[in-house]
């Protein structure tokens, strides 16, 4: 089956930084990678996704890079703000399947200090 | 709100009790899943609803039960617990069970003692 290992785990920056967290993944089906943010106490919410057709995307301060071949994806998050705050969590998805086969990587608590 | 609904918010629950967690959305969506969030753990997939059939289990222990009624609906029957089955229970649902975005409910926080 698959796995996906993230890291790090826990992640503190200074605002205005950058931050990165990376996720690998080992089966080669897995074609769609969500990235999801959970502030403390609230429910985890789609903040990107890339798809193995593509091998970046941009939203604003947030994008995620995808490397096929190394299989290997990362969140990049620029110019960093305390609302940025939360676990972060990976995942793979194969084509076929969907959520019903997907595999969450182990979370990366953010903390963007003022 | 993203129209997924969670009760309760809490449960404590000793380990002969019998209890449920409610789900309900409002998005229209014909899948809707189950995931248990322990401390320092993964995500883990527990239950899949395709159009009010179960399509997935997750080798779950039989002490979990689910039920979905409706396509809005899905439960999560709970008895004889173990303390390590305290977790956030959190349900899920989402337009198709392919690569659609998944919606999230607040989840349900299980204390079993």
């Known amino acids: 089956g698959e796995n996906v290992e993230q890291h790090p785990s826990t992640l503190s920056v200074q605002e205005g930084d950058s931050a990165v967290i990376k996720c690998t993944y080992s089966?080669?089906?897995?074609?769609?990678f969500p990235w999801y943010k959970q502030e403390l106490g609230k429910r985890p919410q789609l903040i990107i996704d890339?798809?193995?057709?593509?091998g970046e995307k941009k939203d604003q301060r947030i994008a995620v890079t995808l490397n096929k071949t190394a299989k290997h994806f990362s969140l990049h998050i620029t110019e960093t703000q305390p609302e940025d705050s939360a676990v972060y969590f990976c995942a793979a998805i194969p084509s076929s399947g969907g959520y019903q086969k997907v595999t969450f990587g182990t979370g990366t608590k953010l903390q963007v200090i003022p | 709100e993203t129209g997924v609904t969670q009760t309760p918010r809490h449960l404590v629950m000793g380990m002969t009790n019998k209890k449920s967690l409610k789900c309900e959305q409002h998005l229209g969506h014909n899948a809707m899943y189950w995931y248990k969030q322990s401390a320092k753990k993964p995500l883990e997939l527990m239950f899949v609803?395709?159009?009010?059939?179960?399509?997935e289990n997750n080798s779950v222990p039989s002490r979990f039960s689910p039920e979905c009624p409706n396509s809005s609906h899905l439960f999560l029957h709970l008895h004889t617990l173990q303390p390590e089955d305290s977790a956030l229970y959190l349900c899920a649902s989402s337009q198709r069970t392919g690569d659609a975005e998944a919606f999230f409910g607040q989840g349900t926080r299980l204390t079993v003692v």
């Open positions: 609803y395709s159009l009010e059939e179960r399509v």
């Open positions: 089966d080669s089906a897995s074609n769609y």
């Open positions: 890339i798809r193995s057709n593509v």
